[in-house]
């Protein structure tokens, strides 16, 4: 009987290839359920925020992209003790945002599913998970992403991985920012009420702060691109790998 022996590079691809799936699910989930939502035949395919989508044709959607996501983070193991617990953490916290739904209220147009149970405290914990797993995302981003995976100090640093640690400094901030946005326009619509800015700003900053997150999960598992197949991996990554 012979016993096969893995390569350590198919470790190396699969955990390159969980660092993109995961950069891939957060770009694609505030489109997938915007236009999916419309191709069903909803009457309001845009909602004010992107857990709203919960109650819309696209529930199933919204809910699985989270619990995938979750998985992801929480079998996700990265090259420290911090890394793999603040991942384990951002699973736990995505969890929480797709089984604890935000309140119906606010859903806009007459074509929902009604929850089978929901309970006041729901808001709080689901608000609690949202807000928490974007921070991570940050912490990601501005602390455990700018270190070199290959253990050198930044001292060591190429130009390219210089430029790499700035683009994932402007994710951290950039999530860090819509976070405060979205925090202001609610503080704003409850003093000063509805605006057609403030309507959607939910949304809006939701979206912008899953964009800086896949776009440095993405940066940050390109590494096999450079020597892919693709000429258009290739050209894209240049830059910085």
Partial sequence: MTTKHINDN?????????????GILGLCLPFALLFGNK??????????SISHY?????????????????????TYRG??????????????????????PTEFKGYIGNDYLNPIIWHSWFKAVHFGCAGLLFLCFAFFCLKIFQESDAGKSPAQF?????????????????ILASIIIIGASTI??????MTTFTKYATFIFETTALLFFGNSWLLKG??????ANSPMLKTIVSPVR
């Avoid at 198919?10 to 995961?22: E, F, H």
């Avoid at 109650?55 to 998985?71: D, E, K, Q, R, T």
């Avoid at 390109?222 to 020597?227: E, G, I, L, M, Q």
Wanted: charged share 15%.
């Fill in 54 to 74: 919960y109650y819309s044709y696209m529930h199933i959607a919204f809910v699985g992209v989270l619990c995938v996501l979750g998985g992801f983070l929480v």
């Fill in 222 to 227: 390109s590494v096999n691109w450079k020597d």
């Fill in 79 to 100: 090259k420290s003790t911090l890394e793999n617990r603040v991942s384990n953490f951002s699973g736990a916290f995505a969890f929480g945002v797709a089984i604890f």
């Fill in 188 to 193: 704003y619509e409850n003093v000063y009420g």
């Fill in 158 to 174: 190429d130009e390219k991985k210089k430029l790499r640690n700035k683009i994932y400094r402007y994710c951290g901030y950039g």
């Fill in 10 to 22: 198919d470790y190396t691809i699969s955990y390159l290839q969980l660092r993109q799936l995961i």
């Fill in 39 to 48: 191709l069903l035949g909803s009457t309001a395919w845009l909602q004010p």
